[in-house]
Nanobody, 115 residues
Framework: QVHLVESGGGLVEPGGSLRLSCVAS????????MKWYRQAPGKEREFVAT????????RVADSVKGRFSISRNNLQNTVYLQMNNLQPEDTAVYYC????????WGQGAQVTVSS
């Protein structure tokens, strides 16, 4: 069974950085693309970034391009989201998931950007 656990969220001032991690289990991690989505209060969940199984394809949303990057470690079954120059509008719960699978999500990591 797919199991995803996010960590690394927190409170940060505008301009700060955080790195989220997502440890996956229950499937062959190295053969699956992974994704990050986020959901701000009162808004729908939105796409943030995705990475293919062997990192040959990466895409990030326009709203975070140049500030966020996605990476993965297939030996540790972990996908990362490096977030730099965070802004208040990045405040949300961040979820990792398996590309092509909308049924399984982690519990989420709260990211709050505030001074």
């Amino acid at each position: 069974q797919v199991h995803l656990v996010e960590s690394g969220g927190g409170l940060v001032e505008p301009g700060g950085s955080l790195r989220l991690s997502c440890v996956a289990s229950g499937f062959t991690f190295s053969s699956k693309g992974m994704k990050w989505y986020r959901q701000a209060p009162g808004k729908e969940r939105e796409f943030v970034a995705t990475i293919s199984a062997h990192e040959d394809f990466v895409r990030v949303a326009d709203s975070v391009k140049g500030r966020f990057s996605i990476s993965r470690n297939n030996l540790q079954n972990t996908v990362y989201l490096q977030m730099n120059n965070l802004q208040p509008e990045d405040t949300a719960v961040y979820y990792c998931g398996v590309w092509g699978d909308d049924d399984h999500w982690g519990q989420g990591a709260q990211v709050t950007v505030s001074s």
